[in-house]
């Protein structure tokens, strides 16, 4: 899809987007996450993913622009990016032998228009083991993501199941993306 512009610096996303065949042009944003004063997670993501899309800094008349955040939800808190090795530990005590929820906003500004959605995936962790956390965290993977896990990468082994989308927890539901892009432009 040529002309969409992904306000987004994650790797992750632009990986996803080429796996799937998805042509796009990533962009800067300007906008400053305040993660305060939602009344939800879910108002929290998508309003995010909203702030991101219509901050994408050199967007040419007619582009489409695709903004998106993604959280770890656990017991009704946000666990964002770990701020530090100490609290990246924590989150994974945390979620060690229990279930989770990976949340991310969406949105794409279409010729004119704001289509803004979420989507959720439940997620079971195995019950882990310090010394697999301390491998973990020394192994840098866990600084940069939601949750101070990937499970596109060693997270994937403490995984016992998911419900939901896979592409989702790794950081954009690309389906569901890719459903909204064609019904947007008229091709479904």
């Known amino acids: 899809m040529a002309g969409l512009y992904l306000a987004s610096q994650s790797p992750r996303r632009t990986e996803l987007l080429t796996q799937v065949g ?22 929290m993501v998508k309003a995010q993913a909203l702030g991101k899309a219509r901050c994408a800094v050199g967007i040419p008349e007619g ?3 695709l903004g998106a955040d993604t959280i770890v939800v656990l017991d009704n808190e946000v666990l964002g990016k770990p701020q530090d090795e100490a609290d ?5 005590e945390r979620l060690s ?3 989770h929820s990976v949340v ?4 794409l500004l279409i010729k004119g228009d704001e289509v803004v959605f979420h989507n959720e995936t439940k997620v079971y962790f195995k019950e882990l083991a310090p010394f697999e956390i301390e491998s973990y965290i020394a192994s840098g993977e866990s600084m940069d993501k939601a949750g101070a896990y990937g499970i596109q990468g060693k997270g994937a082994l403490w995984v016992e199941k998911i419900e939901g989308s896979y592409t989702n927890v790794v950081g954009l539901p ?12 008229g091709a479904k």
Do not use: F
């Open 88 to 92: 990246a530990r924590q989150m994974l």
């Open 104 to 107: 991310t906003g969406v949105a």
């Open 97 to 99: 032998g229990r279930s």
């Open 63 to 65: 582009g489409i622009v």
């Open 174 to 185: 690309v389906e569901h993306v890719y459903d909204e892009l064609c019904k947007a432009l």
């Open 22 to 43: 998805i042509d796009h042009t990533v962009v800067s944003s300007s906008y400053e996450e305040p993660n305060e004063g939602y009344n939800s997670p879910i108002e």
